[in-house]
């Protein structure tokens, strides 16, 4: 037996590729964003979204069936892969700049490094992945394939062969469907079987797509550099897109022009060149001798980073609001504020690609702070400076620097001379001691600690001049005002009401967002923990993609209480899907057109079933899974919990009534 162990490969393909899928994305946008990293680097000028919904069929006999993603496909202009090289596209560690990377310090358009981006994304979406791809003929095409179930039941180990194959008609009509065409060169990703989509409604995607797809390539959507479209397909009729969108840049710095967050502006101010935010300006002298910090225009904060005999430049930009977004009837609670919230936090991008936008950069949890942006941008040289992971969602060791104390009272400076015995003179005084012992001594992370330190000073002179506006985006509509309704999503309104009926009375001065997990949160989610723990409110309720089989979970601390709505349980979407649909179909401004009355039949009968399932779920667990212990404890709860119902329900109408019904802002979330 000996004699054949040097023939066992280094990793078991069917148990790698199955660990692979449970280290995969935060959604499903951001596996699609790996994608266009591709075509980007490719120098595609165009990159065109396809996603195809369907339904799908009933899991038990009695089920019923549901509107689903069946598939994704992406198509490019870009140069297309040679041959050799797509042979090995889907397999992981294979990337072409794996040897130089380090050396890349002008990384615009260098977005590659890994060898995990292509088969790492597609394996996290889907169980069945095609390529194509061509560099002179589209009728020239090679193509390679790769199925996960046939890798994870080892009837294959690896991708298929690469060979020449005509592109799927499917695909051909949706071309046509969208007025475009294929390039003299490009590269096509159709995701099929998309069994680990984020969510279920392309509707959905396409919003997360608009603002975190436009988000993370915004400096190459930025003056259509590159321009990405999404069209929506129904799988019965392939020949028409029932709606098609631009991606715009979304902006955190709210600096660039045209951007998304102008199309929220109210229409008499929906000028594409309005001034949202402003550059923060700083004093600054230029670059001295010996300086590895400096800022030629007050404007942008410069680090030198020394990579052999050549320099890696950090950069380091700001953006602050104008008074013009803090009036009336912007702020907080509009549109664009929402917007602001949501991209709240400091962003952090290699070679002009967004990796994550953080808020823990943020020193308080005023509402305030989400009026400031940053941006960290480096080259691929200084990845390891800065903990690149390999799905390029993060940066490890700048993550560990967003949350050092640099309040005056911070034991930071004394900790680490204890920690590098350093005394007497040698002991560090400030942060720029400790910034300079590092360098000296070649630990990486002083860059780090160098950009914690001038976000944090910097960000205190952004907050001190949004203060003197003079005005709090958190205050409520005025409810004086006849038929002016305060604009709450279901879910706030909803947590409102058991505030108010159960207000706290636990001291939470304690309570941090540590003692809340953030499994499946965005950042717009950590941030309203944040506002909701310095609040008065007791209660908070999300909705997260949670791996777990429960359709809600709560988390309880002195009081505090957080709900949280699984949007991966197959009895969401069965709930709320049609709910939403027919909300964002009634919306004067929609695109998806009206519901006829069939279809309203339909979808109302399907939100009576599945909250009869829900209460059938209920009563089969209290009447055959219980002993009589239990049964008694369960039942109390039972009557105890109708009552709260009736409470809140009472409370919910009366409000409403109080302010003239629904209306027009009612928003299902």
């Known amino acids: ?39 980007i680097e490719a120098k595609a000028q165009n990159v065109d979204l396809f996603i195809v919904q369907g ?8 089920g019923r069936r549901s509107k689903i993603i069946k598939n994704i496909v992406i198509v490019d202009d870009g140069c297309g892969f040679d041959p050799a090289i797509l042979n090995n596209a889907l397999a992981f560690g294979y990337g072409t700049h794996l040897a130089n990377t380090e050396n890349i310090i002008d990384g615009f358009g260098k977005l590659g490094k890994f060898g995990y981006g292509l088969p790492n994304s597609s394996v996290a979406t889907a169980n069945d992945i095609h390529i194509w791809s061509w560099r002179s003929d589209i009728d020239d ?37 969208a007025g475009s065409r294929f390039g003299e060169c490009g590269t096509i990703v159709d995701w099929e079987d998309t069994v680990r989509c984020s969510w279920a409604r392309s509707s959905v995607l396409t919003e997360h797509i608009e603002e975190t797809v436009g988000r993370i390539f915004r400096k190459y959507l930025n003056n259509d550099r590159v321009i990405i479209r999404t069209f929506i397909f129904e799988e019965s009729d392939l020949n028409k897109a029932t709606k098609s969108l631009k991606v715009r840049p979304n902006d955190p710095l709210f600096l660039m022009k045209n951007s998304l967050a102008h199309s929220l502006l109210e229409p008499n101010d929906r000028d594409p060149n309005k001034e949202l935010f402003e550059k923060h300006k700083f004093a600054h ?37 104008t008074e013009f977004l803090r009036k009336k009837p912007y702020g907080g609670r509009s549109a664009i504020g929402r917007l602001v919230r949501s991209n709240s936090g400091v ?80 002991a560090c005084s400030d942060y720029f001691d400790v910034v300079e012992d590092m360098r000296a001594n070649g630990d990486k992370r002083w860059v780090s600690l160098l950009i914690r330190y001038l976000i944090y000073r910097e960000s205190r002179a952004m907050y001190s001049k949004i203060k003197r506006y003079g005005k709090s985006d958190e205050k409520p509509a005025d409810k004086t005002q006849p038929g002016v309704p305060v604009k709450k999503t279901s879910n706030e309104k909803a947590a409102q009401v058991v505030s108010e009926e159960n207000p706290t009375t636990s001291d939470t001065a304690n309570v ?48 505090k ?34 519901l006829s009355k069939e279809q309203l039949a339909e979808r109302l009968d399907d939100v009576r079933t599945s909250l009869a399932l829900f209460i059938s779920s209920l009563v089969t667990t209290e009447a055959l899974k219980m002993d009589t212990h239990d049964l008694r404890l369960l039942r109390r709860y039972r009557s105890r919990f109708s009552e709260e119902f009736d409470g809140f329900v009472t409370r919910f109408k009366r409000e409403l009534d109080e302010e003239g019904g629904y209306g027009e802002e009612k928003v299902f979330n």
């Open 561 to 594: 209480i957080l709900i949280i709505f699984n949007t991966s349980h197959p009895g969401y979407d069965m709930l709320f899907g049609n709910i939403e649909d027919m909300v964002l179909r009634m919306k004067p401004d929609s695109e998806s057109g009206e």
């Open 55 to 62: 339904w799908s069929e009933p899991t038990s006999t009695n």
């Open 512 to 559: 941090t967002a540590e003692d809340f997990d953030d499994e499946g949160a965005t950042e717009k989610d950590k941030l309203d923990v944040l506002q909701w723990i310095e609040s008065k409110e007791s209660v908070l309720i999300q909705n997260r993609v949670l791996n777990s089989n429960d359709l809600f979970q709560y988390q309880q601390k002195e009081g």
């Open 347 to 426: 962003s952090i991008c290699r070679s002009g690609r967004e990796l994550s936008l953080s808020v823990a950069w943020i020193p308080s949890q005023d509402a305030l702070e989400r009026w400031w942006g940053a941006e960290i941008d480096f080259p691929p040289a200084l990845d390891d400076y800065f903990g690149v992971t390999n799905n390029k969602q993060t940066a490890m060791t700048l993550d560990e620097f967003a949350n050092v104390d640099m309040s005056p009272d911070s034991s930071y400076v004394n900790d680490y001379n204890e920690d590098n015995n350093l005394t007497g003179s040698d």
């Open 285 to 321: 002298s230029g670059r001295k001798p010996g300086a590895f910090y400096w800022s030629d225009d007050g404007n942008v904060y410069k680090i030198a980073v020394d990579i052999g005999e050549r320099e890696a430049i950090v950069t380091l930009s700001f953006g602050v609001t």
């Open 1 to 39: 037996m000996l004699e054949n162990l040097d023939e066992i490969p280094l990793f078991n393909p069917a148990a790698a590729l199955s660990a692979q899928l449970r280290s995969g994305y935060k959604s499903t946008d951001y596996a699609i964003s790996e994608i266009i990293d591709n075509s």
């Open 141 to 177: 095409a090679y193509y390679t394939n790769l199925n996960v179930k046939a890798i994870l039941d080892q009837r294959e180990t690896r991708q298929s062969t690469v060979t020449k194959k005509k592109v799927h008609p499917k695909i051909l009509k949706m071309i046509q469907a």
